[in-house]
């Protein structure tokens, strides 16, 4: 429900936003079905004459980008006055996918419940941004930012609605799932299932995250952290914090969800008109850099290629954000 406090368009600093719409018509699912009166819930920061960037984080990083009212941002470092998405200069959008944990439509909080939640494709969460873009009365994105599945929806965008942006920044996604992270996501769905078949679901969702902790990273990393004589301790420490954090936000199905809707993922890069900026990690194995090399090589609008070094493997989008930094400007340079 929409905060009739925070509408302030008026003042002379822009004041985030925050609100949560029911659309309209019924959202098509490229699977079969639709969600019918499906909510979208999203955050918005800027005034609204400046140009829009739509910025997309991993499975886990909803509408909450930037901090705001004490909580924390997942994209903070980069997001408010003075960084490279500067509120001041832009209006940053940001929002929860369908099918995910947040407020918007997901298996926890519609009358299609848990196990009966449809199949959600990243074309899907473009056609649900499409329909947001239209209730803002934003005729272009200036630019559609997204990393991790962010970056895989963002393609989607980009594909089915060229339109609508200018120009894109992928960030560790490529046209489709690397085989290996798909064979890591598969046996994490697997330990779900049996959570939920044994009523186990949080040990084994927490489970799963904790094993996918371990593909997020990058060997280097975990033996600069961990490689002390107690280093063992601590790590087991780690990789059980982030389980209980984990489910403290998610519920299984959100999760798996999601986790299918990655391994679905295939995008055509011929079908990419507008110019596409690439960014990776030399250490990420779930978008390694070469698939991320082969996918620009095909992409025909043209867009910056760099891989960048970091030991933080494919979270080095949240953790390296001076570099990240660097090229969010560097991509936003071209456009406006």
């Given amino acids: 429900m929409t905060n009739p406090l925070r509408k302030n368009d008026w003042l002379p600093q822009p004041v985030p936003f925050d609100a949560t719409i029911t659309l309209d018509r019924d959202l098509p699912l490229r699977d079969g079905g639709s969600l019918k009166r499906a909510r979208l819930a999203y955050c918005r920061w800027g005034h609204r004459h400046l140009p829009a960037v739509l910025v997309l984080g991993g499975i886990s990083a909803g509408r909450q980008a930037f901090a705001d009212a004490g909580q924390t941002g997942w994209w903070e470092a980069l997001i408010g006055p003075g960084k490279p998405l500067d509120p001041n200069l832009l209006q940053i959008v940001s929002l929860d996918y369908i099918g995910g944990a947040g407020d918007s439509e997901g298996p926890g909080n519609s ?13 899907d969460q473009a056609s649900a941004i499409d329909r947001l873009r239209e209730h803002l009365a934003i005729d272009q994105w200036q630019s559609v930012i997204g990393s991790s599945y962010g970056g895989m929806v963002t393609q989607a965008v980009a594909a089915d609605h060229p339109n609508t942006l200018r120009r894109a920044l992928v960030i560790g996604a490529a046209n489709q799932p690397w085989p290996m992270a798909s064979a890591w996501r598969h046996v994490q ?10 009523q186990l679901e949080t040990e084994t969702l927490a489970l799963a995250r904790s094993l996918a902790m371990t593909t997020y990273r990058s060997g280097q990393e975990f033996c600069e952290r961990f490689g002390t004589a107690d280093g063992i301790r601590d790590l087991t420490d780690y990789l059980e914090h982030c389980g209980r954090q984990f489910c403290d936000r998610f519920d299984p199905y959100a999760y798996l969800t999601l986790s299918r809707s990655i391994d679905k993922h295939q995008i055509d890069p011929r079908d990419i008109a507008v110019p596409l900026d690439v960014l990776g990690f030399d250490s990420d194995q779930i978008s390694p850099p070469e698939q991320l090399r082969e996918f ?25 954000t001076g570099c990240v930094g660097h090229h969010v400007r560097q991509h936003l340079e071209t456009i406006l």
């Avoid at 697997?190 to 939920?196: I, K, M, P, S």
Wanted: net charge positive.
């Fill in 189 to 198: 769905r697997r330990l779900v299932h049996l959570g939920l078949e044994h």
């Fill in 111 to 123: 009358r299609l419940a848990g196990p009966q939640f449809p199949a959600v494709t990243t074309h």
């Fill in 296 to 320: 620009h090589s095909r992409l025909p609008g043209g867009g910056f290629f760099h891989i960048a070094r970091s030991t933080f493997g494919h979270d080095a989008f949240l953790k390296e």
